[in-house]
């Protein structure tokens, strides 16, 4: 069955750049999300459309694809981006797929 | 501005059907295209895509549930009601449901993404 796949933890310090990725055969065809989820809290959609960033989002998060391989990048990172990330696509057209999620962790 | 919130019970028993509402503010789902979706997370666990229902009421399942669930809206509430059949404890969890706007392009519709969420409702399965 399809999957979306991510590292289920990544650590950054303050002030650096980060990446995670997400990777499945259905990347391929369709677009990607990515939601920030917080303790406690619900998602936040950070990224749509593979790279397109929401309203209120700041420019230091972006998205990109490759094949294959979706990556959420959080540049200049701070202890607000301190969360999980999930990333989400579609499995042909109309299924949701989403990543098993990656713990960002700002050291 | 878009709202969206969960409301139903916090307890249900094993084998029971567990129902829960999405009340939408803001935005109309016969207004489209649009379509509300359910997730579900299980404690310290992920994100679990459960249904879609669209603004001319067509809907989808995850295949992995799709018996057990059901979906369906009530236009003059501006709600749309998810239903799960026999639950069992594994079913325990937060239920969000989330605003999904759609765009056409050229063959037909597609989805945006998830851009507003309710605050989730926790359900317990337990005898």
């Known amino acids: 069955s399809s999957q979306l796949t991510q590292p289920p933890s990544v650590s950054v310090s303050p002030g650096q750049k980060v990446t995670i990725s997400c990777s499945g055969d259905a990347l391929r065809d369709t677009e990607t999300a990515w939601y920030q989820q917080r303790p406690g809290q619900s998602p936040l959609l950070v990224i749509y459309?593979?790279?397109k960033r929401p309203s209120g989002i700041p420019e230091r998060i972006s998205g990109s694809k490759s094949g294959t391989i979706a990556t959420l990048t959080i540049s200049e990172t701070q202890a607000v981006d301190e969360a999980d990330y999930y990333c989400q696509a579609w499995d042909g057209t109309t299924h949701v797929l989403f990543g098993g999620g990656t713990k960002l962790s700002v050291l | 501005q878009i709202t969206l919130k969960e409301s139903g019970p916090t307890l249900v028993k094993p084998t029971q059907t567990l129902t829960l509402t999405c009340t939408l503010s803001g935005v109309s789902l016969s207004s489209g295209p649009v379509g509300v979706g359910w997730v579900r997370q299980a404690p310290g666990k992920a994100l679990e895509w459960l249904a879609v229902?669209?603004?001319?009421?067509?809907?989808r399942y995850n295949p992995n549930l799709k018996s057990r669930l059901a979906v369906i809206r009530d236009p003059s509430k501006n709600q749309v009601i998810l239903t799960v059949t026999n639950v069992d404890p594994m079913d325990t969890g937060t239920y969000f449901c989330?605003?999904?706007?759609?765009?056409?392009?050229?063959?037909?519709?597609?989805?945006?993404?998830?851009?507003?969420w309710g605050q989730g409702t926790w359900v317990t399965v337990s005898s």
């Open positions: 229902i669209y603004w001319d009421d067509d809907y």
């Open positions: 989330a605003h999904e706007p759609y765009y056409y392009h050229a063959s037909g519709y597609y989805s945006v993404a998830f851009d507003v």
């Open positions: 459309q593979t790279n």
